[in-house]
């Protein structure tokens, strides 16, 4: 049985257009995730609807996109639109490649599509993910180096834990009673 996988997820934006995006993505053109956030059809707040992944980041945030490309924005499919990029801040896990598609990028977009219960997704919705995995979000600005107080949506959750072993699911948001450590604290010895 495979160890437990934990992913960290940088998230960037939000970006107000797929060519924004796109060209944040340009001088680095990392694999990674994207989520929409915005309204569909007769919707009148806006929502997390889709995450997607690529290993080109820029190349997949075009106007063919099915969801947030050309046709899709004409139609009417998300407005009051709003991309993050998201880039996996930690390593791979050891062993043989079973997919091309890295097991990070896989499982990190597995569970929010499941476990948000995204309406735009329809992949990676209905069974549960093949191992045990936890996802843990953080939010920054377009500087890529400014940290976001807050969530940007209240439906986003900050982690997303699945243990498998018929252990029950979890999507936790921060908040609440929190400590938080300055830099002065982080340097001072203990009394």
């Known amino acids: 049985m495979p160890k437990h996988l934990m992913i960290a997820v940088d998230w960037f934006g939000p970006y107000s257009s797929v060519r924004e ?40 945030l075009n106007s063919q996109h099915h969801k947030i490309g050309d046709t899709a924005l004409e139609t009417g499919a998300v407005t009051d639109l709003r991309i993050w990029l998201g880039e996996v801040a930690t390593a791979e896990p050891s062993g043989p490649k079973v997919k091309a598609t890295r097991a990070t990028l896989n499982f990190a977009e597995w569970l929010h599509a499941r476990f948000m219960k995204l309406p735009l997704n329809s992949m990676k919705t209905k069974g549960l993910p093949t191992r045990s995995v936890t996802v843990l979000n953080r939010w920054w600005k377009k500087d890529f ?37 300055t830099k002065a604290d982080n340097y001072a010895r203990p009394e």
């Open 21 to 60: 995006a796109n060209e944040a993505a340009k001088p680095w053109d990392w694999p990674g995730l994207y989520m929409l956030v915005g309204k569909v059809g007769s919707e009148t707040v806006s929502r997390v609807q889709y995450v997607g992944i690529s290993e080109s980041l820029r190349g997949r």
């Open 145 to 181: 180096a400014t940290p976001y107080t807050r969530r940007p949506h209240l439906d986003w959750p900050n982690l997303i834990d699945y243990p498998h072993h018929d252990l029950p699911a979890r999507t936790v948001w921060f908040g609440g009673k929190q400590r938080v450590f």
